[in-house]
């Protein structure tokens, strides 16, 4: 039997990429799943693929819509023993301005070792794609963990994982609207997690490298080979690899990882 046989869990993002494989491998697993997603029609088909499951149109950079999703959940699943803060958004309007750039760099240095272009993603990052980030990823887990952790405490049990990224860890040059709320929740995780774990609920992360989802598609061939390149396991991962880490993490093999970043990343960087 599996660790999170019978359990309830949501994953938010649910609809596509990581969040999808996460959805169908605690489904798979046995849990319970509630698939909320900004878009409504991409959770349906999540749980379609999945088995079933409790598709929620929810938007997560709104703290009222959150709790409201868990007291739905809870109302016609039941309590919640596991929560996967994984919605996020692509850096696609900085991509479109700094690719070209990027890829200029990349041909300079292979042929005289050295770059002049200048990306100038900093410089021309806009106040609302800063904030847009930060939102979405850094407020969204931040009010993922505290609705689900006012479930779990006081039932002294649960497990909460946050989907964070290498750019958290290393940072993504050119990208530091995403490397900074990435690396943000890797903070707010090893701190949340002390202060949970005294009440019976574990928080950990993961870190993942380059993943092959629709996030990395719009990326020119170049880049998406010096990204390969630059993984010594020399591809992309799987959304299904990154799900089984998650799904670790959920379960109850699991019981005495507290606080930690499990890096999925092909050796690309050690967390």
Known sequence: MSSVEGKVAV??????????ATCRRLADDGARVAVLDLNLGAAKLTT????????MEVDVTDSGNVEEALRKVEDELGPVDIW?????????????????????QLAELASTGSISTPLEALVRLPDEEWHRMLSVHLDGTFFGTRA??????SRGTGSIVN????????????????????????????TVAKELIVQGVRVNAVAPGFVDTPMLDSLP????????????QGRLARPEEIAAA???????????VVGETLGVNGAKVTV
Do not use: W
Not at 246 to 256: K, N, R, T
């Open 148 to 153: 689900a952790a006012r479930s779990m405490v």
């Open 48 to 55: 379609g693929v999945a088995g079933g499951g409790l598709p």
């Open 84 to 104: 996967v803060n994984n919605a996020g958004i692509a850096a696609q309007q900085n991509s479109e301005r700094i690719d070209s750039r990027a890829e200029a």
């Open 221 to 232: 061939a170049p880049l998406k080979a010096a990204s390969i390149a630059a993984t010594p």
């Open 163 to 190: 989907v964070a990224s290498i750019c958290g860890v290393e940072g993504c040059t050119g990208h530091p609207h995403y490397s900074a709320a990435k690396g943000a929740i890797l903070a707010f995780t090893r």
């Open 11 to 20: 994953v938010t993002g649910g609809g596509s990429g990581i969040g999808e």
């Open 246 to 256: 998650i799904a670790f993490l959920a379960g109850e093999d699991s019981s005495y």
